[in-house]
C-alpha cells in the first residue's frame, strides 16, 4: 500500500530490487523513502532487519546530499560515496508497518556532506542514522 503523500520510488539498484515496492516523496530539503513492511524485511525474531533500516536510511539520506549538491550551476554530476553511517534502533517495526525514511540535511559541502535521519512508523521512533558523504 502507497503511503499517502508519496509516489512509486524511480530510482531502482540492485541492492533494492528484493525490497520493491518503495515509495519516496520530495520535500523543499530532502527526499524521504517509505516503504511497508513485508516477511522477506524481518529478520528470524520476526520484526524489521537492522541492515534493511541501515540501507534504506543511508539511501534517503545520500539522495537528499546529491539533490541538495546539485542545484549548483555546475553540478549537475555530483555523485555521494558514503564514509560513515551510524544507526540507533529504538523500537522494532513489524510485518505491515509502514516505515518512513526522514532525512534533515546537516551541511552540504563541496566535498563533504553531513546527514541525519529519523526512522519512523507513524509516531513510533525505530531508528535514528548519521552518515557523512564524501561529494564528487
Known amino acids: ?11 531502482h ?10 515509495f519516496a516523496r520530495e520535500t523543499p530539503n530532502a527526499i524521504q523513502l517509505a516503504l511497508e513492511i513485508r516477511e522477506a524485511h524481518c ?4 520484526f524489521a532487519h537492522g541492515g534493511l533500516i ?5 539511501n534517503a539520506m545520500g539522495y537528499s546530499a546529491v539533490r ?3 542545484t549548483h550551476e555546475g553540478t549537475e ?5 558514503t564514509v ?5 534502533f529504538i523500537d522494532v517495526a513489524r510485518v505491515g508497518d509502514c516505515l518512513e525514511f526522514q532525512p534533515t540535511l546537516l551541511k552540504v ?3 563533504l556532506a553531513f546527514v541525519d535521519c529519523r526512522v519512523v512508523c507513524g509516531e513510533r521512533l525505530i531508528a535514528r542514522a548519521s552518515a557523512s558523504f564524501r561529494m564528487g
Open 84 to 88: 560513515s553511517l551510524a544507526v540507533d
Open 43 to 46: 529478520n528470524s525474531r520476526g
Open 54 to 58: 541501515s540501507a534504506l536510511a543511508d
Open 1 to 11: 500500500m502507497m503511503p499517502v503523500g508519496y509516489r512509486q520510488h524511480t530510482r
Open 77 to 81: 554530476k555530483v555523485s555521494a560515496v
Open 68 to 70: 541538495q549538491a546539485r
Open 13 to 22: 539498484s540492485p541492492l533494492t530490487a528484493p525490497w520493491e515496492p518503495l
Open 109 to 111: 559541502g563541496r566535498t
